[in-house]
């Protein structure tokens, strides 16, 4: 006879050999990036200073090289140093279609991380947190949303800053008029040729815009905060291995210090195509987070009191 001891060292031994094959067995994204060699990361055009095109029509941005860390952390980890990085350019429109219909496996963009989204798709922890106000030409005197009346007011086709201004207390019952862009460039230019008297979205993304306008004076960030919003890096829903590789390379750039790095480079020091400084220092609540990572919606950071 066989004695207990002797067959529960044959198991595992058995199991030692098991367990590395089945870790092994990739899933979801990572297996169709295995297959393909190929990974397809989705950029903005014009989400200043997260991802938009260099004078070169590359894309660049601090959204676009957190990408490029997780990106380069899947090479290591699927053994595969030639892997092909595409860039497929979204909009806030296209932006979840692409993701959820694979089009796009990363979207390395400006979008908020909420509760009805995250019905849809995943996100990776939050690696940036913006307000959501508006930008007004200085001589217009607009400072808050209650001076709108009658007035067009822009924002980008896609995006959930209508519902924020109707939702808010002192944007109840105000009778604006909404006019869209296709994307932020867009709806920034309806502005700046008075088409609209405000624009209405993520603050860093209207620090960017003014930022590289032709009149950066003209412009200022004014009215309430109608919504605090975790910006993330967005991928398909229930991909457990995909979003273990992302949220792992994000706690990796929080705890060296790198992802600080990187905000400086993007937020608080001259960027391209014109060389200037947003000078953005990061928020409280995104100190907060590289020390307390987490991936939870706006509505966490929005309950009334």
Same mark, same amino acid.
């Given at each position: ?7 529960? +060292?044959? #198991? ?21 990036? /295995? ?5 397809? *990361? ?5 989400? =200043?200073?997260? %991802? =938009? ?14 990408? &490029? ?12 140093? #030639? ?10 429109? &296209? ?6 219909? @694979? ?5 390395? @963009? ?33 400072? $808050?949303? $209650?001076?709108?009346? !009658?007035?067009? +007011?822009?924002?980008?086709? @896609? ?10 207390? /002192? ?7 909404? +006019? =869209? ?19 209405? *979205? ?10 590289? %306008?032709? #009149? ?35 706690? !990796?750039? *929080? ?21 200037? &400084?947003?000078?953005?220092? *990061? ?23």
């Amino acid at each position: 006879m066989i004695s207990l001891s002797r067959l529960l +060292v044959a #198991a595992a031994v058995s199991a030692a050999f098991v367990a590395p094959a089945a870790a092994q067995e990739l899933t979801g994204t990572m297996k169709k990036i /295995k297959d393909s060699g190929a990974i397809t *990361m989705g950029i903005r055009e014009a989400s =200043y200073p997260l %991802s =938009y095109l260099d004078d070169k029509q590359q894309p660049i941005g601090y959204h676009i090289d957190v990408c &490029n860390k997780i990106v380069d952390a899947i090479k290591a980890q699927l053994k595969l140093p #030639a892997l092909k990085v595409q860039h497929q350019p979204v909009t806030s429109q &296209n932006r979840i279609p692409l993701v959820t219909n @694979g089009t796009v496996d990363i979207e390395c @963009g400006s979008t908020t991380n909420n509760e009805a989204r995250q019905r849809q798709v995943a996100f990776g922890l939050t690696t940036f947190v913006t307000n959501v106000r508006m930008t007004v030409k200085k001589a217009s005197g607009i400072k $808050s949303l $209650s001076e709108l009346g !009658g007035k067009p +007011v822009a924002t980008t086709t @896609g995006t959930t800053s209508v519902q924020l201004m109707r939702a808010h207390e /002192k944007g109840k019952g105000i009778d604006f008029k909404e +006019v =869209y862009g296709k994307d932020h460039a867009d709806s920034f230019l309806l502005l700046e040729t008075d088409r609209a008297v405000a624009f209405v *979205m993520d603050d860093n993304l209207l620090a960017g815009l003014i930022s590289t %306008s032709k #009149a950066p004076n003209d412009y200022a960030i004014v009215g309430e905060v109608l919504n605090v919003e975790p910006i993330a890096i967005m991928l398909r829903k229930e991909d457990t291995q995909f979003k273990k590789a992302v949220d792992d390379t994000i706690r !990796g750039l *929080m705890k060296s210090g790198e992802l600080e790095k990187l905000y400086a480079k993007w937020f608080m020091s001259p960027i391209p195509p014109k060389n200037v &400084n947003m000078n953005f220092p *990061m928020s409280d609540l995104l100190k907060q987070l590289i020390k307390s990572p987490a991936d939870a919606p706006a509505e966490a950071y929005n309950k009334k009191s």
